[in-house]
Structures are given as structure tokens and as C-alpha cells.
């Protein structure tokens, strides 16, 4: 079954995250603000009718005592249409310390594997069937090519600037999560180094994305 080749990936991290995170969220923060980070944000190009940005947060995991002193960045980002419908899309990052995002108890869940450009995922969803909205989609943490990069080296060094990636959703058809899936790509274009290719490669997020 697909469940047995989801990752199983947890540390003694995990019951320390909450108190090496430090909050930096204000109402003012934009998409643009993630252009600013080191690290690879990731965002949709497509978004179904009606969403819109609902909210973007930084937050800042600090430095283990047997790390460099420096702040760590992480980031997650909510869509959504109207808010009464609880259709939503969301991001969420991790650098350390994370297990199973996609693992539900319950009777009524399916599980589906779906191909994009960050490579498979794997989805959880909830209730069963593909068509119509789903109360609940979760796909499994996806690697950035930093976290690749860094972790290549030796398993027990702490990333940098690599991090792991969730997504979810509410409110949504499978078919839905996949095209945004389809469409993630990293908000600043790690490639561009000149003005002319940093302007194609914000050609690519669509208006109602930013909003």
C-alpha cells in the first residue's frame, strides 16, 4: 500500500519545536516578504475560483546549542474563497523534528499518489472517493533540492537553509489539489541572475495568487 512508503521521519526535535519557535506574523506580511528569505518558498501559480491570499507567516526556529547562533526561517501560507465555506489551501514548512502530516485514523480516508514538479506525493484524503470537496487532503512532507543537498552529506547534520514543505486543503476536489500542486514552483527563481530573468519568472504567478 502507499501508506507503508510514506516517510517516516521524526527526532527528538519534535518535543522541543514549540519552544525553539519564534513568531513573526503581522497582518502586513505579502508573498513579497518571502522574497526576502534564503530559503526556498514555494507558491501556486493556479489557485481555483474564487481564492485568494488569506495570510502569509514567518516564523523563526532558534539555533540548537550545538549549531551556529543565526535564525532559521520558516514559512506557511493560507488561501482561501470565502471564508464561511472552509475551502482552503495551505503551506506549511519545517526544518527539523517533523513525522507523518498525512496519517488519519479514521475509517472513511483514501490514499492516492499524485506526480508534480517537487516529484510524488503522497495524499490522504478524507471521505473516500475522489470527486466533490474533501474535509480534509494532506500530502506528505516534500524535500526541497536544499534539504537534498544538505542532508546528502551526513544524516546528522542540521540543515541550513533546506526544509520540508506540507501541503493541505479543505473544501476541495482531489482533481483541485492536484492542478495546484501542479503548479507550485519557488516564489523567487533560485536561477535568475539577471533583471531580465527575475521579470519572466514573475510572469508566471497568476494575479488572484498575490491578492
Excluded at 132 to 139: L, M, N, S, V
Excluded at 151 to 163: M, Q
Aim: aromatic residues 8%.
Amino acid at each position: 500500500m502507499i501508506r507503508n512508503r510514506f516517510k517516516r521521519m521524526t527526532s527528538w526535535f519534535a518535543l522541543c519545536a514549540s519552544a525553539f519557535s519564534l513568531v513573526h506574523s503581522t497582518p502586513e506580511l505579502t508573498l513579497d516578504d518571502l522574497k526576502k528569505l534564503e530559503i526556498i518558498c514555494f507558491v501556486p501559480s493556479y489557485l481555483p475560483k474564487d481564492f485568494r491570499l488569506q495570510r502569509v507567516d514567518i516564523t523563526y526556529d532558534e539555533p540548537g546549542p550545538d549549531e551556529t547562533k543565526r535564525p532559521f526561517p520558516l514559512y506557511s501560507i493560507v488561501y482561501s474563497n470565502d471564508p464561511r465555506s472552509g475551502a482552503t489551501f495551505s503551506i506549511e514548512s519545517a526544518r527539523e523534528g517533523i513525522g507523518d502530516r498525512n496519517i488519519m485514523e479514521e475509517e472513511d480516508t483514501e490514499e492516492t499518489e499524485i506526480q508534480t514538479p517537487l516529484g510524488p506525493m503522497y495524499l490522504i484524503y478524507r471521505p473516500k472517493g475522489k470527486d466533490g470537496g474533501k474535509d480534509e487532503i494532506k500530502a506528505n512532507w516534500v524535500e526541497d533540492s536544499n534539504m537534498k543537498a544538505e542532508t546528502s552529506k551526513t544524516a546528522e547534520s542540521h540543515p541550513i537553509l533546506g526544509r520540508y514543505h506540507g501541503f493541505s486543503a479543505t473544501g476541495i476536489s482531489v482533481a483541485e489539489f492536484s492542478k495546484i500542486a501542479q503548479s507550485l514552483h519557488p516564489i523567487r527563481d533560485e536561477r535568475a541572475a539577471t533583471p531580465a530573468a527575475a521579470h519572466t519568472s514573475s510572469l508566471k504567478i497568476h494575479p488572484k495568487v498575490s491578492a
